[in-house]
């Protein structure tokens, strides 16, 4: 497989937006160093719709998407908790959790999660199915200077990182909006269809800064 070895230990290498449609982050070892940290507009908003797909062995917590801003480590976090067997959405430093998930290892799963501060209403889809619609955090906007990192947990700003939540594996096709996703629009990002991308990040226009060992490569595909 032809891929694009990123290797920049400590330090982190600023890149250009790039169209990485049809590729995918490959973390290949466990450490609290190799993340991605992705550049977005729009640091005030008062909804968002967070959509990746992710592969991975781990039978331990992991981290699959935390956003954090100076006032807030977990802003909006989305975290497997393996001990409880549940999907986490942390918004605004509070906890939801979604049980029953049969989420496999060794195998693509697609996970969108919704959040609106007017309701204050957080919901998960995984691989195109609805949670229930928990109350999490509302009245508030996420707002100030934000840190959106793959590959690790923040505890702090930026940083905190703790090396029993980084995650292993490949992660592909994260986009992220400033509103709450229409269950069709999810449906077809699920799909791979044709969807509104993410407004706030875009997986064919994505601007981003990586540390440490992580690869970027062509997106493993299942042939029949």
């Not at 956003?67 to 906890?95: C, G, V, Y």
């Not at 090396?163 to 699920?190: A, R, T």
């Not at 269809?193 to 800064?209: D, I, K, R, V, Y």
């Amino acid at each position: 497989m032809k891929f694009v070895l990123l290797l920049v230990m400590l330090t982190a290498c600023a890149a250009s937006p790039q169209d990485l449609s049809g590729k995918m982050f490959t973390f290949p070892q466990q450490t609290n160093i190799a993340h991605v940290r992705l550049t977005t507009s729009g640091p005030d908003f008062g909804a968002a719709t967070v959509c990746h797909r992710s592969f991975t062995d781990l039978k331990r917590d992991h981290a699959l998407f935390s956003l954090a801003t100076p006032t807030s480590a977990n802003d909006f976090l989305i975290f497997w908790d393996e001990a409880n067997k549940e999907m986490e959405a942390h918004i605004r430093n509070q906890k939801s959790e979604y049980k029953g998930w049969d989420y496999k290892p060794n195998m693509w799963h697609s996970i969108c999660t919704t959040w609106d501060s007017d309701s204050g209403l957080v919901q998960l889809w995984f691989d195109g199915q609805p949670s229930i619609r928990k109350y999490v955090s509302s009245g508030s906007n996420i707002a100030g200077s934000t840190t959106i990192i793959l590959g690790q947990e923040q505890d702090s700003h930026g940083g905190g990182f703790d090396l029993k939540q980084s995650f292993v594996g490949m992660m592909s096709d994260v986009h992220m909006w400033n509103y709450v996703l229409s269950p069709c629009e999810i449906q077809k990002y699920v799909d791979g269809l044709n969807f509104t991308p993410g407004n706030l990040l875009t997986w064919s226009a994505l601007e981003f800064q990586v540390t440490g060992r992580v690869l970027i490569e062509d997106k493993l595909k299942i042939c029949y």
